[in-house]
Structures are given as structure tokens and as C-alpha cells.
């Protein structure tokens, strides 16, 4: 398949992408490729699936400054899922 190289501002290029390639990656706008070169070769990739990364965590006994602090961590570290647990504490 051949594709046009576009030029894009002073330093930069842009390369279409078949719409049925992207289609089928479930890729779209602001989405990430893979791209590596391979001695003259550029390969560009769909990115491979990863495997969710799961934590439950029970914040009961954190106020809401350090429940957000710690899911902002838990969220950097690399989990995709955060189960949150936590107490209704009822006023009376």
C-alpha cells in the first residue's frame, strides 16, 4: 500500500492511515500508535491490548484530601480499574 507524505508546518510530516485499519484497531483521533523503525523500515503498529490492571481499595478511614491523593497514586502507578469502598457516615 502507498500513502502520501503530507507536510505539516515547518519540521513536522503527517501520514494517512486506511480508515478500515483504523476501524478495526478501534483507533481514533488522539489515540496512540506504535511506531518503530527497523533499519530502513517504518512500522507502525495498533497498540497491543493491555491487560487491565485491578485494585480494590477501602478509603473509610481517609478524609477526602487523602482519598484523592491516593487514588491519584493508585491511578499513576499504573491501575486501569480502582474499585472504591467505602462508609456512609450519617449526621444525626
Not at 6 to 31: A, C, F, H
Request: net charge positive; no cysteine; hydrophobic share 40%.
Amino acid at each position: 500500500m502507498r500513502r502520501r507524505i503530507i507536510k505539516q508546518g515547518k519540521d513536522s510530516y503527517t501520514l494517512t492511515l486506511p480508515k478500515e485499519w483504523i476501524s478495526k484497531y478501534n483507533l481514533g483521533p488522539l489515540r496512540e500508535v506504535e511506531v518503530r523503525q527497523i533499519r530502513g523500515d517504518l512500522i507502525i503498529a495498533a497498540p497491543l491490548k493491555s491487560v487491565p490492571k485491578i485494585i480494590e481499595a477501602d478509603v473509610s478511614s481517609l478524609g477526602e484530601g487523602a482519598t484523592r491523593r491516593y487514588l491519584k497514586v493508585l491511578f499513576k502507578v499504573g491501575y486501569t480499574d480502582i474499585v472504591i469502598h467505602f462508609a456512609v457516615l450519617h449526621n444525626s
